[in-house]
């Protein structure tokens, strides 16, 4: 395996790490440095590696977001206003696999497009005292799907789409 599969392996497995992108440069422009005994040219991989590692984390944690997103959206668009029902998503990678109840408070009927404003729980945990958080999004027909419509709670709860 080579050393960019290896730092590739440790960037996924660090995704949720704060400092993922830093711990994989620090390697790669160490290793680099050693291979070249150039200290600059260390620094330089380093630099790149780390921006390259940074933006690979941010796309896979947004392409996981929205499949969170989507898979509540879908939930609601296929219920009835004061309905609620169970949302789960199952991600390739079955790490952050989240679920909660999702109850439709309102329709908003507009020229545009059928939107419905939903409530919904994301419940940390399977235990039977796993904490559970609350949000309230809104929701609209995008053809035959239904879709996120509000940047809302997205600020706190999903970060990496802002």
């Keep these: 395996m080579t050393l960019l599969g290896m730092m590739a392996i440790l960037a996924v497995s660090l995704a949720g790490c704060k400092y993922a992108g830093d711990l994989v440069a620090a390697g790669a422009g160490g290793a680099s440095a050693a291979a070249t005994a150039n200290p600059a040219v260390g620094v330089a991989v380093g ?3 780390q921006a ?3 933006a ?3 796309y896979v944690m947004r392409k996981r977001q929205q499949a969170e997103q989507d ?3 879908e939930t609601v668009g296929a219920m009835n206003v004061d309905e609620s029902q169970s949302w789960r998503i199952r991600h390739d990678i079955p790490i952050g696999n989240e679920h909660g109840t999702v109850r439709v408070t309102r329709e908003i009927p507009n020229s545009l497009a059928i939107c419905k404003e939903a409530v919904f ?3 940390n945990g399977n235990r039977p005292d796993s904490s559970r958080a609350w949000y309230v999004t809104t929701v609209c027909r995008q053809g ?11 600020v706190e709860r999903w970060g990496f789409l802002q």
């Design 52 to 54: 390259a590692t940074q």
């Design 56 to 58: 690979a984390i941010e």
């Design 121 to 123: 729980s994301v419940i």
């Design 47 to 49: 630099i790149a590696v």
């Design 71 to 73: 898979a509540i959206a």
């Design 144 to 154: 035959r799907r239904w879709k996120w419509a509000v940047a809302e709670p997205a």
